[in-house]
C-alpha cells in the first residue's frame, strides 16, 4: 500500500509516521544475519548471548529506531480479548464496514482476520477528490496495514487481524498509547516462542531488530 500524502496528519497523530516512512522505503530484510541472532537469544534472561556478554534491546532503542512513544497508556486487552472493546456490543464486522466502508467477502475471512492480499488491493490508492470521511477511511486502513503486518506480524505474514479496530476507530486518540513498549513486548514474546525447537518460523518486528543489530 501506498504512502498517500493525505495520511501523514493521522499517521503524525497516532506516533506512527516514522514507521510508515520506513515501510515506503523498505529495506531488505536480511534473514541470515537475524537468523544468527535469534539463535543467540535466551528466554530465561530476555537477552542475547554473545561472545562479548549479554545484550539486548530497550524501550530507549525502539524510541530512537522507529520514533515511536515511549511514555503513555499501555496498549493492551486487545491483543487478546479485542472483541470486549468494541463500541456499543456491535458485531465486530458490522464495525469494520462502518470504520472501513466495506466488507471482505467470506472467502478472504478467516475468523477475525482478512487476507492482506486483498486488504492491500482495496485500499491500495485512495480516490483523487476524495472526501475527509473517505480519506481517514483509507487512514485507518493504512495504520492497521502498518500493525498487522510490520510491527505485529504473526507467522502467517498473510493476514491482518481486526483486533486493531478499536484504535483506529479514534485516531486522534492513537498517540497517547506506549506503542514503543508494546513493540518490545511482542518482539520479546515472538522471540522467545522461535526459541522453543519446535517453532521454526519467526514473527514481530523484524524490521526493528535488524535496524537495533546494525
Known sequence: MRLDERYIPYLQMAGLYHLARLNDRWFRLDEPLVSAFVERWRPETHTFHMPFGECTMTLQDVAYQLGFPVDGDYVSGCLTDFHLYIEGGRPAWQW???LLGVLPPENQVQKFAVNCTWFQETFAECPDGADEETVRRFA??????LLG???????????IHIRWLPYVARLEEMGRYSWASAALAWLYRCMCRVANRHVVKLAGPLQLLQSWIF
Do not use: C, P, V, W
Open 149 to 159: 503486518t510490520q510491527l505485529f506480524a504473526d507467522k502467517s505474514g498473510n493476514r
Open 140 to 145: 485507518r486502513a493504512y495504520i492497521m496495514m
Open 96 to 98: 469494520f464496514h462502518e
